[in-house]
């Protein structure tokens, strides 16, 4: 999305990011429960000056807010796997975070584990900070207490946007992820079919402390190893990840929740970004919900061309956020400026003739049309 700093402080609604969302959020809940719910931050070595000076603004809030590191590992070069630090490369380029999976050990290695339980904390909710529907839902956490699971993944069904998204398999007697990356390239297509495997994993998870310490410690968590090919200055590197959700098969009476589409609403591009700055959502206490007013239970299907593909470029795009309650999909081609107060209704095409700017006016309401030109509105 063309992102400088952490994701985290994009504007989401109201002026508020991602971040300010979610200390919102935790915010409620503590003033709700009279508790003391901490909020911690995952930082690699790119984004923790960044992170640092974000959180400063939150120092009167009703919260605490702990930062730390994931781990930083050297890039393997392709042609003979040594790292790439030791051929020269001693810039940044040359490291990397090894993936999500990563924040077992990191919570442990910077002191936070042993500090969160001897305050008696026993469960860690861990989401992505750019997953809207990733909220604290004390049933969830009622369960997981009252039959002794130690780690749960939310799943949800599977639509054919999510057909990459890791899901849930049982295999030698234990429940495990598999990702499509591990998927041979002969079982891609049934992997992604809907009616094969009908969830996927949202990367909400709920993760006992101590079951963590105790399996660090152990150096249990042997997960699968998720290979990543890059390219830095021109030479094939490979980087060796891990993703949180493969632990699963590592803990004690581990389960995967079938959770509502409502607790996964990742924006990962501008064409989601344009679903939760419109309309189909509203803003309450922190929380992103979704407008009673649209029947359809799906979202409608949006796609942008490169034009908006980064954050800045997809603002300047818009006077206004379109009205999309009633929109099935929406596909937008070349440069397209649009206006405000515009609603837009079943399937709408735009596309603008190569070289030339097409501008959709304040106010039109366009409804199963295909636009190329001014004529066309």
């Known amino acids: 999305m063309g992102c400088t700093g952490p994701k985290s402080v994009i504007e989401v609604r109201n002026g508020l990011t991602f971040l300010d969302l979610i200390v919102i959020q935790i915010e409620s809940l503590n003033s709700k429960y009279g508790c003391n719910v901490p909020l911690l931050l995952m930082n690699s070595f790119n984004t923790h000056d960044d992170t640092q000076k974000i959180v400063e603004k939150y120092a009167k809030s009703n919260i605490q807010i702990h930062t730390f590191n994931q781990s930083q590992y050297p890039r393997l070069v392709v042609e003979d796997f040594m790292p790439l630090p030791c051929k020269g490369n001693t810039s940044k380029d040359g490291w990397y975070p090894p993936g999500h999976g990563d924040v077992f050990p990191s919570l442990m290695n910077c002191g936070k584990l ?6 008696g904390k026993e469960y860690v909710f861990v989401a ?15 369960h997981l207490i009252q039959n002794k699971n130690e780690y749960c993944m939310e799943v949800t069904p599977k ?18 992820l598999l990702e499509i ?3 041979p ?7 992604k079919s809907i009616e094969k495997f009908k969830i996927f994993n949202t990367n909400n998870l709920w993760v006992n402390l101590k079951a963590i310490k105790r399996l660090v410690e152990a150096n249990a968590l042997k997960m699968e190893i998720i290979p990543n090919p890059k390219e830095v200055d021109g030479v ?19 389960i995967g929740i079938n959770v509502p589409r409502s607790r996964f609403l990742p924006v990962k591009a501008t064409s989601d970004l344009l679903l939760v700055q419109s309309d189909l959502y509203t803003l309450a206490d922190g929380f992103v919900m979704r407008n009673k007013a649209r029947a359809n239970p799906a979202n409608p299907s949006i796609e942008l061309g490169p034009e908006f593909k980064k954050v800045s470029n997809f603002l300047s795009h818009f006077k206004s956020i379109p009205s999309i309650i ?8 070349g440069d ?7 609603t837009l209704k079943g399937k709408v095409v735009i596309a603008a003739k190569p070289g030339a700017k097409l501008e959709i006016p304040d106010g039109a309401v366009i409804q199963n049309k295909e636009i190329h030109g001014p004529e066309d509105i």
């Open 128 to 142: 992505n900070s750019d997953n809207l529907g990733a909220v604290v839902d004390l049933k969830i956490l009622n």
């Open 236 to 254: 094939k590197v490979l980087q060796l990840e891990t993703a949180a959700g493969a632990a699963i098969k590592f803990y004690d009476h581990a």
């Open 326 to 333: 009633e929109l099935d999909s929406l596909k937008v081609t």
């Open 336 to 342: 397209v400026w649009f206006g405000s107060g515009i």
């Open 114 to 119: 042993d500090a969160l339980l001897s305050q």
């Open 181 to 183: 990356a591990q998927v």
């Open 185 to 191: 390239d002969e079982h891609v297509n049934e992997f």
């Open 159 to 176: 639509t054919l946007a999510d057909v990459k998204g890791g899901t849930l398999i049982s295999y030698e007697g234990k429940v495990q």
